[in-house]
């Protein structure tokens, strides 16, 4: 099975690579809006979306306990947005109109190249190798320099719709993320001078990252989030304001701004939107993950590779690729949906704020922060690894 | 007029931050995600109604099975929005209930303007018509609106007589008394 895979010609395996993650990305982008509302929903202490079911499956005993979950709200909601009128405002440029949503989803699913999202023990070389579609050693610079174009969509869907709530959502997205992409990117940079050590070669690949918390040793094994707090907490606090997240939804407050940037859109075209804002939640999460959460191991100090050395004294079956592969993915997903979880739980935890006190916190809270982060990290690991 | 100044304490580095206060905020959250849910899912669930409830209105027949109803129309009258129409019918000589003299032929309340108001059941000498606890109306057209004599004989059931008026009419009409 493997040998017909590999003797395939590099560019449809590649094309088959990306296909499969995509067709699994997606599907979770749209079952986090699903998420999203039964979380809402509990925690204001109704039992939320509980009800559709297609009859033929209701017959089936056991059933029940996936309706309560509600999860054929999500085929439901799916097909709502399928078979809805499409209704074109008459004052719009139609061709910048359809492409804004277009334009969301590209670099939302585009980022996930570049994110290693596992890794398998290659007994050949007796290491762990990278599950990632382009392992490329420029990570986390491409994964910023794309994931921040889908601001584009947002200003163009603004712009497009020719309405005045709208385009001051575009507008406020664009500052936003200006405001949070600086202090964000100075925030991790602690992270890679930790992991790459003087002298060495140096890279931005997010995998070297979680090496550099796989290694044996009180500091080696230890994750980010303990070493490097600030960066971590200023890191998150960017990634809800690069996600428009609540509480820095500024691009669609309902509250002042009706819809923000999707007023004028429904049906599918809305639904890509929130596809894409999930999706961009999913790489931001990731990226979370594998920088200061140790990515796919699933303990502090404890490593993929000595969970699977463990495993494999028990049945050798786990120190398959495939095997080690699903089990480094599962641990990843799992951080990953928890991260997500605790997205949709500070939406309603937290106010959102004023669009002054967003500029405010970001240019006079953040940023001096995380460049004093940065000036603090780099003295103490110069002084660590003179020593 | 004397001023009282209210200190306002400075807030603290922690307060500043606002961690504290978000993780606290989160807590709160937390423990509402895994309370029990408080909705009523209705159409299993239905609320617990209080006696004294004005829900639709239904006429009632007396423990003999009777039309309490004469047909006097003062609830006709009565209705602010004019929701009831009775066409008033006389009770066959032969009848059992002869000495009832009077029983509606047709008896309507458009449910479509029915206010709820209770005054019918108010007005009503023989406490034929009743609010009850029936609350959920709803139908596919106009004419489904329009609750007949039968369909609110149904809704109404029978409920128990204090006075037994007609009965004792009788007793005295037998005992030869017809002075009424």
Redesign the interface.
């Known amino acids: 099975m493997s040998e017909f895979y590999f003797s395939l010609p590099l560019l449809l395996r590649l094309a088959l690579q990306g296909v499969a993650v995509i067709a699994v990305l997606f599907p979770l982008a749209g079952a986090c809006s699903m998420a999203e509302r039964k979380?809402s929903a509990?925690?204001?202490?109704?039992?939320g979306p509980s009800r559709a079911i297609v009859p033929w499956l209701a017959w089936i005993p056991g059933i029940g306990f996936l309706q309560r979950l509600g999860v054929f709200h999500f085929t439901a909601d799916g097909g709502k947005m399928f078979l809805k009128e499409d209704v074109i405002p008459g004052h719009v440029n139609k061709f910048y109109y359809y492409l804004a949503p277009l334009v969301a989803v590209v670099p939302a699913l585009c980022t996930v190249v570049f994110v290693p999202f596992g890794a398998y023990w290659d007994a050949a070389t007796a290491m762990m190798k990278p599950i990632i579609l382009a392992n490329t050693d420029i990570g986390i610079l491409a994964v910023f320099a794309v994931s921040s174009l889908g601001v584009y969509s947002l200003i163009l869907a603004g712009w497009a719709s020719n309405s005045k709530y709208p385009f001051l959502g575009g507008v406020r997205a664009s500052a936003q993320l200006i405001s949070y992409e600086l202090s964000m990117t100075l925030s991790i940079l602690p992270v890679f001078l930790w992991v790459n050590v003087p002298g060495g070669e140096g890279t931005l690949s997010l995998f070297a990252v979680v090496e550099a918390q796989t290694q044996p040793g009180f500091f080696g094994g230890m994750w980010n989030i303990f070493l490097m707090p600030l960066s971590a907490f200023i890191f998150m606090v960017a990634l809800f304001a690069e996600t428009n997240r609540q509480p820095f939804d500024m691009p669609e407050s309902e509250a002042d701004l009706v819809g923000g940037f999707h007023t004028e859109y429904g049906e599918l075209k809305w639904g890509l939107f929130f596809v894409a804002e999930y999706a961009h939640m999913f790489i931001g999460s990731g990226v979370f993950m594998i920088l200061f959460c140790g990515g796919w191991n699933p303990l502090p100090w404890v490593s993929l590779a000595d969970l699977l050395g463990w495993l494999g004294g028990f049945a050798p079956i786990f120190l398959n690729p495939v095997v080690s592969g699903l089990i480094a993915i599962g641990i990843f997903l799992a951080k990953l949906i928890f991260s997500i979880f605790v997205f949709m739980?500070?939406r309603?935890?937290?106010p959102r704020f004023r669009y002054d006190q967003v500029m405010k916190m970001g240019w006079q809270k953040l940023l001096p922060l995380s460049i004093g982060n940065l000036i603090f990290y780099a003295i103490a690991i110069a002084i660590i690894e003179r020593s | 007029m004397s001023f009282k100044t209210v200190e306002r304490k400075p807030l603290t580095l922690a307060e500043r931050t606002y961690i504290p206060q978000?993780l606290g905020?989160?807590k709160?959250?937390?423990k509402?995600?895994?309370?029990p849910?408080?909705?009523l899912?209705y159409p299993e669930a239905r609320p617990a109604i209080l006696p004294g409830y004005r829900g639709v209105p239904t006429l009632v027949m007396d423990p003999n099975g009777r039309e309490k109803c004469v047909s006097c129309q003062l609830c006709e009258f009565v209705c602010p929005p004019k929701a009831i129409r009775i066409k008033p019918g006389e009770i066959a000589a032969e009848s059992t209930n002869a000495h009832v003299e009077k029983a509606p032929e047709e008896f309507d309340i458009d449910m479509l303007r029915c206010i709820y108001c209770g005054l019918c059941q108010e007005v009503c000498p023989e406490e034929a018509i009743w609010l009850q606890n029936v609350f959920s109306v709803s139908g596919y057209s106009r004419d489904e609106m329009v609750n007949n004599k039968q369909r609110l004989y149904e809704l109404g059931g029978t409920l128990p007589d204090q006075h037994f008026k007609w009965d004792k009419k009788k007793a005295a009409e037998e005992a030869g008394n017809d002075a009424h």
Do not use: A, D
Not at chain 1, 42 to 47: L, N
Not at chain 2, 32 to 35: D, E, M
């Open positions: 979380v509990w925690i204001q202490g109704r039992p739980w500070v309603w935890t937290l | 978000i905020g989160m709160t959250t937390f509402h995600l895994v309370k849910k408080e909705t899912e």
